[in-house]
């Protein structure tokens, strides 16, 4: 993955981004600021798929088979984040693939939303901040 296509922090919110432990596989590699999504039982891994349930955006680096089986996720903030198409400033993005977003459509499912565009992007391939946690 380019480091383009990771989420940055440009400010945490709450009570320093209202982080979320989770359950994380050993074997994973998960690099700070990847779009996470949520599996059974409340275990979290990278997202990869249009619609992925979002969770949060990862706080943290975990190496894989380090021995660590828990990693804590932002849900409060404002983060700039890679576009798979454009957006308008003010209209909600979901989850659209590996760590991107796109304006939610009505075949979009509620979950997979990550929250509000606070800029306007032209199309695929830009970066623009994205206010996530305001609509849980």
Same mark, same amino acid.
């Given at each position: ?6 989420? @940055? ?63 804590? @996720? ?63």
């Amino acid at each position: 993955m380019a480091a383009g296509d990771l989420a @940055v922090t440009i400010e945490l919110l709450g009570n320093g981004g209202d982080p979320v432990r989770f359950t994380v596989a050993d074997a994973n590699a998960i690099e700070k600021g990847e779009l996470m999504t949520i599996t059974d039982p409340r275990t979290i891994t990278e997202t990869t798929a249009d619609n992925d349930p979002f969770m949060g955006i990862s706080a943290a680096e975990k190496v894989a088979s380090d021995g660590q089986t828990s990693l804590a @996720v932002f849900t409060h903030g404002i983060f700039d984040i890679n576009c798979s198409a454009a957006i308008n400033v003010g209209e909600r993005v979901s989850v659209s693939g590996d760590n991107e977003v796109a304006k939610v459509a009505a075949a979009d499912l509620l979950f997979s939303d990550v929250g509000i565009a606070l800029e306007t992007s032209a199309g695929a391939d830009e970066i623009m901040a994205v206010l996530i946690g305001s609509g849980f």
